[in-house]
């Protein structure tokens, strides 16, 4: 019983994901969303069991299987646009499927249970920029939040023109859109890791996704928590944070508490196993 509990996460995750995965396959009669969200949910529940193992590389797994997945398949092989535009294209169309099942599901209504987790195990932005060098900032939090409320309403402003314009082909443009939106993320993204020596810069300041995911990510079910008896303010917690969050804090007001991706760099290093 004792060694069931211990697994009792990834068991959770993917009873969650597979009850997405049949309630889609059999009200919307397309067996690929059991295929979709069975994969993923696998891909997910695999990584936190091998968390469980203690295999440093958990989360990467995760992020590859699952970012790789998204990026290649749904996205080129597929040619779905998978990015915010695609998400306001298939909403004003008023079709719910594609982006918007993806988007109800991993950036909208998903973090209520698991807050920022998207960003930290399927984002395949973040999947190429946790590569680089500056895997904990090295530099102060910069205060330019506020640009990624410019792309997001530039995503939705572009989207909007299109379908104002009533622009011929505009399955054609969605795809062209997610393949230069995607190089422009990376470059920009590569771009503000070296300037601000934080990997995750792009995360903070420019990605539109967070507009969605910060609100609902503040109820979040699973979240990082502190036993106050065990902690000794050492601090190293907050070091490693790719993130900036202050987890000794288990308010929901904690400094930067919707930015928490769940990657466990804090629990991992926490040298006596408060966290």
């Not at 590389?57 to 995760?62: D, G």
């Not at 395949?124 to 939090?141: G, S």
């Not at 470059?187 to 903070?204: E, W, Y």
Request: hydrophobic share 50%.
């Amino acid at each position: 019983m004792g060694s069931l509990r211990k697994y009792l996460h990834p068991i959770i995750m993917l009873i969650v994901f597979e009850s997405v995965a049949v309630t889609l396959w059999l009200t919307k009669n397309n067996l690929f969303y059991l295929f979709n969200f069975s994969y993923i949910g696998l891909a997910v529940s695999l990584g936190i069991f091998l968390y469980i193992k203690q295999y440093r590389h958990a989360r990467r797994v995760v992020q590859l299987l699952v970012g790789l997945y998204m990026l290649i398949y749904l996205g080129l092989i597929c040619n779905e646009n998978m990015q915010i535009e695609g998400f306001w294209y298939y909403l004003f169309n008023g079709v719910f499927e594609a982006a918007t099942i993806h988007y109800a599901v991993a950036k909208i209504f998903g973090p209520l249970i698991f807050g920022r987790g998207w960003c930290g195990y399927a984002c395949w932005t973040a999947m190429v920029l946790d590569f680089l060098p500056y895997k904990v900032p090295e530099q102060p939090r910069k205060r330019i939040g506020w640009i990624r409320y410019i792309t997001f309403a530039l995503s939705l402003a572009f989207v909007s023109a299109l379908f104002l314009a009533r622009v011929r082909d505009m399955e054609r443009i969605m795809f062209w859109s997610f393949i230069a939106g995607n190089i422009l993320y990376y470059i920009t993204g590569i771009a503000l890791a070296f300037a601000f020596k934080d990997n995750r810069a792009f995360c903070k300041y420019i990605c539109p996704i967070t507009v969605f995911l910060k609100p609902m990510s503040y109820f979040s079910l699973l979240r990082v928590k502190c036993d106050k008896d065990k902690c000794i303010g050492c601090g190293k917690c907050r070091r490693v944070c790719p993130m900036n969050v202050d987890v000794t804090d288990n308010s929901r007001k904690r400094e930067n508490a919707t930015e928490c991706i769940l990657c466990m760099e804090c629990v991992r290093n926490c040298p006596k196993k408060a966290l």
